[in-house]
């Protein structure tokens, strides 16, 4: 199984959940993933569907929805990195006995519609991706005062991060760090920078 191979905590009680959907909810939930997926909305959007899961009887919370739209978007993305067809979609979810039968023609329509669209190599670093590391600085610094405090002499450590998202735009961000922050913060890119070297 490529796409099911490790699924996170939480996957199967949401796929169960899943099935107690009417197909009609599961095929928009599915919609609104993809349209997550694919940029084309900012937020994934599961309180709409609770009035119209509880107006079908199926006893819904934000939490129960959510946790089912997260495990069609880690079933998408893991379709869309294993640049799987429709039909191999459908075949590992019938394998994995979890799913049931209608969940799985909904799923596969919708991934024969749309799933070439994720597969896109404009979308691949989007959707797959988190941004890179452009550059970092740090600078350390001393407060001398404050409003509420006359001799204050505290160090710390200012860290300003430029990252590149996977469309090219740069952003800069700021932070500061206690001194005993930053050197853990230093140990903890060390350790990083062994387990790279073993690699």
Request: proline content about 4%.
């Amino acid at each position: 199984m490529m796409v099911l191979q490790s699924v996170p905590d939480g996957f199967g009680e949401a796929v169960t959940y899943l099935n107690s959907m009417p197909q009609d909810v599961v095929a928009e939930v599915c919609q609104e993933v993809l349209a997550f997926l694919s940029y084309k909305k900012g937020s994934l959007e599961v309180a709409p569907f609770i009035a119209k899961l509880e107006a079908a009887g199926v006893e819904a919370s934000i939490e129960s929805v959510r946790g089912s739209a997260n495990a069609l978007s880690y079933l998408f993305r893991s379709a869309a990195k294993a640049k799987i067809s429709a039909d191999e979609l459908s075949k590992e979810l019938s394998s994995s006995l979890a799913w049931s039968d209608s969940n799985i023609a909904v799923i596969k329509h919708i991934w024969n519609q749309q799933g070439r669209t994720l597969m896109s190599p404009e979308l691949a670093d989007y959707v797959l991706g988190v941004g890179k590391l452009v550059d970092l600085k740090w600078k350390l610094g001393v407060a001398m005062s404050s409003n509420n405090c006359r001799n204050l002499n505290s160090p710390f450590v200012t860290i300003s991060l430029k990252v590149a998202d996977p469309s090219g735009q740069v952003q800069e961000r700021s932070f500061e760090m206690t001194v005993p922050q930053f050197r853990n913060f230093s140990k903890q890119l060390k350790a990083m920078a062994a387990v790279l070297e073993t690699v």
